[in-house]
């Protein structure tokens, strides 16, 4: 592979001023940053000064349970938690699901969007089994070349109260998923310190991270961080543990959220938020100032949960900001560092960023600001994965 000098783009770091500079990537990393890079056999891209940034995680979806570009299906979930686990579970044998070729579409949408990283919730219990993780790797299989797709073994319909599950979930750690997940240990599965037990040990027994649905509001949901925060800190694995979606977190008073976003800092546990539907938002700013960890995801997109959803990472970078309303520029761009930084913390990624030794993850656009950006969710110019054009102009490039 050639080397690829990117020249007069500018690039973008959280809280500096964005100023032009040219990238020169060499064998899949980024190596050099700077004015007036020269390489004589490298493949040159004028960028005009488009704005660069780091390639966007998805750090929340569910491949498994997408229909993305096939025909459409009218929504039937209702608008509770069992009534959806219900509804998706019943329907999903008529539907064809989980289902690879689907999954690979939407891969390769958000592939088009400058997304270069994805953490995938898996559903596993005793009626699919693992057809969820062997569905999702062959289409991540397809992809390898444009994206990274960490999996998560999800008890969707529950661990506790659901026998058989757990066995399967330790299959799948067995078998190489990376993150064992979970769901509501209290308002859902009954049996907080039981679930949280199980995939605490479970964890420790497979080097895997910890990524727990937790949708249960108000004290009962906070009770629930907190139970998580003392076993992160009992069995070792700060910075592991991640606690998604967290409505409750949204709902605190600003002190008590403050002193949440604390002890998760100071325990290594991050959160997720997607800002779906008119669910609370984690607030941006209160987990920055506190130093804590957050990253952003799309959950469900075109599903049997949602009609709605198009894999796009930019654009649910602007409905988080815009939910959470981020409106100075510095506040904006902590959604966006959210996005990408945020969400490479959560994944575990150690070679991240626009920096000389990094991979050579980023995308393009055209845009006055990293804030103006976000706002207005512009098309992407270039994707680069590896050091490899994979997109150009929202459309993918050959394998
Ligand atoms: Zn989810």
Request: glycine share 14%; aromatic share 4%.
């Amino acid at each position: 592979m050639n080397d690829l000098l990117l020249r007069g783009g500018r690039p973008w770091t959280p809280g500096a001023p964005v100023e032009s500079a040219d990238i020169l990537i060499r064998d899949g990393r980024i190596a050099a940053v700077g004015a007036g890079l020269t390489a004589p056999a490298a493949d040159i891209v004028e960028l005009a000064g488009a704005l660069v940034f780091p390639g966007l995680v998805d750090s929340h979806c569910h491949l498994d349970k997408t229909m993305y570009g096939g025909p459409w299906v009218p929504n039937s979930g209702g608008r509770t938690l069992s009534g959806r686990i219900a509804n998706g579970e019943g329907r999903r044998e008529e539907l064809g699901l989980p289902n690879a070729d689907y999954a690979a579409n939407l891969l390769g949408a958000m592939v088009s969007g400058g997304t270069a990283y994805v953490r995938s919730h898996i559903d596993i219990d005793p009626e699919v089994g693992l057809r969820g993780v062997d569905a999702v790797r062959a289409a991540a299989e397809r992809h390898r070349d444009r994206v990274d797709v960490q999996l998560v073994a999800f008890p969707q319909g529950g661990l506790m109260n659901r026998p058989g599950t757990g066995k399967l979930l330790e299959a799948a750690l067995a078998d190489g998923v990376e993150v064992i997940g979970g769901l509501d240990p209290a308002g859902y599965d009954q049996d907080p310190t039981g679930q949280l037990d199980l995939i605490f040990g479970l964890a420790e027994k497979y080097g895997a991270r910890i990524d727990i649905h937790l949708h249960d509001r108000g004290a009962l949901g906070a009770w629930q961080y907190g139970l998580i925060i003392e076993r992160t800190r009992a069995t070792g694995l700060a910075g592991r543990v991640t606690i998604s979606h967290a409505y409750a977190m949204g709902e605190l008073a600003p002190d008590e959220q403050r002193r949440v976003a604390e002890s998760l800092a100071e325990a290594g546990v991050s959160m997720v938020t997607c800002a779906v539907g008119d669910a609370p938002v984690v607030p941006v700013r209160t987990m920055h100032e506190a130093g804590a960890m957050l990253a952003l995801g799309n959950d469900g997109i075109r599903d049997l949960w949602t009609p709605y959803g198009d894999g796009d990472m930019l654009r649910r970078i602007m409905t988080v900001a815009f939910r959470d309303r981020l409106v100075a520029d510095p506040e904006i761009e902590l959604a966006l560092t959210a996005g990408t930084y945020g969400g490479a913390k959560v994944l575990g990624l150690t070679d991240y960023g626009l920096t000389v030794g990094a991979a050579a993850d980023l995308f393009t656009v055209d845009a006055e600001a990293p804030a103006a950006a976000v706002v207005s969710v512009p098309p992407r110019g270039l994707v680069v994965k590896r050091g490899r054009i994979v997109a150009r102009g929202g459309i993918l490039t050959a394998a």
